[in-house]
């Protein structure tokens, strides 16, 4: 009975340590499993962060071509902007030269038409004189012709019937 009691107890040592490596070799079944699996999920998140990290940047390079975008549409809205500045500047410069010339102009004009107006007034004022001029000088002409013919006439003696004379040769 003892030996029966050990070959038992032989036995269930065996069957325990048979027991034992089938726990170890499920554990380390199970371990390695897990391993796996821990494995294959470091992976999968490793695989989603880099698909984040990636949608992100992709996000950023975006935003970042919009923005440079936007600030290359801003330079040529203000670039457009001072253009159409100098552009009004440079017309308001032509239009006030313009107006400055078109003054200058009717000025010019004007004082032309009083220095023709002027010398117009002289020259006829010069020739009034002229006229003047002349028609005295025919008065002491005449006046001589009439004094040296009435010296004639009263060396040949006719006296002062020049008066009487003159009605005879002007009535018919």
């Known amino acids: 009975m003892k030996r029966v009691i050990e070959e038992q107890l ?47 940047q992709r996000q950023i390079q975006e935003k970042m071509e919009l923005n440079r975008r936007a600030q290359e549409e801003s330079v040529k809205y203000r670039e457009q902007l001072i253009r159409e500045l100098e ?19 009717r000025r010019q004009e004007l004082e032309a038409q009083v220095t023709e107006r002027r010398l117009q007034e002289q020259e006829e004022q010069e020739r009034q004189r002229e006229e003047e001029e002349e028609e005295r000088s025919l008065r002491q002409r005449c006046e001589e012709l009439v004094q040296q013919e009435a010296k004639r006439m009263a060396e040949r003696g006719y006296r002062s019937r020049v008066g009487s004379s003159a009605q005879i040769h002007t009535s018919p």
């Open 10 to 56: 032989q036995l269930e040592k065996e069957r325990e340590a048979e027991l034992q490596t089938i726990f170890r070799e499920e554990a380390k079944k199970v371990w390695e499993k897990r391993e796996e699996e821990w494995e294959r999920e470091k992976v999968a998140r490793d695989r989603l962060m880099n698909e984040v990290l990636a949608g992100r």
């Open 87 to 105: 552009e009004a500047k440079e017309l308001t410069r032509r239009e006030k030269e313009q107006e400055k010339e078109l003054q200058t102009a």
